[in-house]
């Protein structure tokens, strides 16, 4: 059973910085992909960012310009750089792993979060 375990999220201002890392208890490179996703208080929860096995990125539009995420495969842990936060950032992040299950890219694996609040 892989586990993932999130760390870095706090209380910054708006126009501040955070990185969060996610550390996985197996190898990461056996993943399809890596990602961080988010849910604000009455909210869906929405695909933030994701790595492919192949480096590729993918950020939603909100995020992007702002936020960076990489891997490092022989820490086994992904990292989300943060910058120019705003109050609508705030959330729960989590990091969560997928695998390819017919083709098709499901996300099996979740972290238990990490609270990031933005102040105005």
């Known amino acids: 059973q892989v586990q993932l375990v999130e760390s870095g999220g706090g209380l910054v201002q708006a126009g501040g910085s955070l990185r969060l890392s996610c550390a996985a208890s197996?190898?990461?490179?056996?993943?399809?992909?890596m990602g961080w996703f988010r849910q604000a208080p009455g909210k869906k929860r929405e695909l933030v960012a994701d790595?492919?096995?192949?480096?590729?990125?993918n950020y939603a539009s909100s995020v992007k310009g702002r936020f960076t995420i990489s891997n490092d495969n022989a820490k086994n842990t992904v990292h989300l750089q943060m910058n120019s936060l705003k109050p609508e950032d705030t959330a729960v992040y989590y990091c969560?792993?997928?695998?390819?299950?017919?083709?098709?890219?499901?996300?099996?694996?979740w972290g238990q979060g990490t609270q990031v609040t933005v102040s105005s």
């Open positions: 197996g190898s990461i490179s056996t993943f399809n992909a």
């Open positions: 790595i492919s096995s192949g480096d590729s990125t």
């Open positions: 969560a792993a997928a695998r390819l299950r017919v083709g098709v890219r499901t996300w099996d694996y």
